[in-house]
């Protein structure tokens, strides 16, 4: 009875609000459209589609308002006026009685809390959709955030994505834009990030490999998590302390150096995709602190790690392969990029795709350089590729979301920010490891390992197939001959890449010795 009167619910919002009127131009059934403009009679439908759509999901409850959030990501699939009001979405909610928090956390430890903490806060510091934050302090003195799921979560979740899997099918069914659209799998995209969201001990595993990451750059500071108080429903974590980023006035009342923290923050973003291929996916203002103590002064404090983006060399490589054809306006690179990739159909013809390309792309190059978005301009190539039946990797998608955030946000702390001047290093040095020296090293010393068991059974496999030319099969013989020539060709790498470092040292000490002549 309660999932019916859940599902009644949901549809009245959705009547109530309009949101019927975002799909019914594509509804296939008149009667449909009838139907839901008879129960629907009297309403309001003045404020913009967006903005009814925003305020539907916050009347629906946090379930909802997190998949606002999620979808305000998915620009290549959204049209902008409702991923802008939708990446409006905030996690207003109440916070629930600290009582059902301390009763979570003895359970969660099996023990009363007074044998866990030495102090610990009731009230909340932080309240959010899926959780809530309380401060306390350990036996030994350390100070912490612990970090509470909220009661009862996961079957109010489960409720909730049945009826969302539920509608998603009808949309699909009944809408002739249902299918392009994909609605059933954007939520099926939406269970695994909130599911992800709902074990903490997942979220400190992320932190903790960012905080390794980020240890020797000097610019952010991620909390320790610590593993003995982690649990799926309780994280407790180093205490940061610092000032929300959002508080531009007191930090420059405190002496911060605005446009040195706006370079920090782009720089932190590109070392973790082109660097470590892992990155802060959810890095609006709320996760995002400066500090002011002395030794760390001007520091980013980054926070909430429930949600990170990974990157494979090869995403890497088409990110930055397509953002140093762009800069150079060579479309027809950026074309070839798409096809290569395999996103879009091997039968696209490249004239095509490129015309496309420079006609989103062009009109960029009318602005000063430091006002050109690289967030946009990924957006828009999604965009276009979605014209030529282009299957954008969600990857792809939290980086692009991830970069309009830090793009914001580092013009609001310096409204001069050149992003493409901070960003162009770490594509010249990303470009240059691929093909530069030290990436063949790289290569012969992860292949070591391998060729070090090849070599030496290499005669003896030869005289068996000499000996007996059925004791081996051509397979194997071909992948045999395949192997020595790749060693081959690394070795023949090696020996040029030496003879060309010696050159050079010698070509160096002759310029030496004509300039001290």
């Given amino acids: 009875m309660s999932r019916i009167s859940r599902g009644v619910f949901i549809v009245w919002t959705v009547l109530r609000f309009g949101l019927d009127e975002l799909v019914l131009s594509s509804f296939e059934k008149p009667w449909i459209r009838l139907l839901t403009r008879v129960v629907s009679m009297g309403r309001n439908l003045k404020a913009p589609r967006g903005e009814r759509l925003r305020e539907a999901l916050e009347r629906l409850g946090p379930i909802f308002v997190k998949f606002g959030q999620v979808m305000s990501t998915r620009r290549d699939l959204l049209p902008s006026d409702i991923a802008d009001e939708l990446a409006r979405l905030q996690d207003r909610v109440p916070p629930f009685d600290s009582v059902v928090a301390v009763a979570i956390i003895e359970k969660a430890f099996g023990r009363p809390l007074d044998r866990i903490f030495a102090t610990f806060e009731h009230k909340p510091v932080a309240s959010a959709s899926i959780a809530q934050v309380h401060f306390a302090t350990l036996p030994d003195g350390r100070e912490v955030a612990v970090k509470v799921l909220r009661p009862n979560m996961r079957p109010a979740i489960e409720k909730d994505l049945a009826l969302m899997r539920m509608m998603a099918g009808w949309v699909e069914r009944a809408s002739a834009d249902g299918k392009r659209l994909k609605p059933r799998e954007v939520v099926a995209e939406f269970d695994k990030y909130l599911h992800d969201e709902l074990d903490l001990v997942r979220e400190a595993s992320n932190a903790a490999q960012l905080r390794r990451n980020m240890q020797s750059l000097n610019l952010v500071m991620i909390p ?96 930055a392969q397509n953002f140093s054809a762009f800069f150079q306006r060579d479309y027809k690179r950026v074309a070839e990029l798409h096809i290569e990739s395999g996103w879009v159909p091997g039968k696209t013809r490249v004239d095509e795709l490129e015309a496309a390309i420079r006609a989103c792309c062009e009109p960029y190059f009318d602005r000063p350089l430091k006002e050109l978005s690289l967030g946009t301009v990924l957006m828009r190539l999604f965009q276009t590729s979605r014209r030529f039946q282009v299957e954008i990797q969600p990857q792809l998608v939290l980086l692009q979301k991830t970069l309009l955030n830090i793009e914001g946000l580092g013009r609001e702390l310096d409204p001069d920010l050149d992003l493409w001047s901070t960003a162009k290093p770490f594509l010249e040095r990303w470009m240059l490891e691929q093909v530069g020296p030290e990436k063949l090293l790289a290569q012969l010393k992860a292949e070591a390992p391998s060729y070090a068991k090849l070599l030496p059974s290499l005669p003896r496999l030869l005289t068996q197939y000499l000996k007996s030319p059925q004791g081996i099969n051509r397979r194997e013989l071909d992948e045999l001959l395949a192997e020595q020539k790749r060693t081959n060709k690394l070795l023949q790498g090696l020996i040029y890449g030496g003879l060309g470092f010696v050159l050079g040292l010698l070509v160096m000490q002759v310029v030496l010795r004509i300039r001290v002549f």
């Fill in 224 to 319: 320790e998590m610590y593993w003995d108080y982690c649990m799926p429903d309780v994280m407790v974590m180093q205490r940061m302390k610092g000032v929300p980023i959002g508080q531009t006035q007191r930090l420059r009342d405190a002496g911060v150096d605005m446009k040195k923290l706006a370079r920090d923050g782009v720089t932190i973003f590109f070392t973790q995709v082109f660097r470590d291929g892992f990155f802060h996916a959810d890095m609006h203002p709320g996760n995002i602190q400066v500090s002011l103590e002395p030794a760390t002064f001007g520091r980013y404090i980054s926070l909430d790690f429930g949600i990170v983006g990974t990157l494979t060399e090869g995403d890497k490589e088409y990110l």
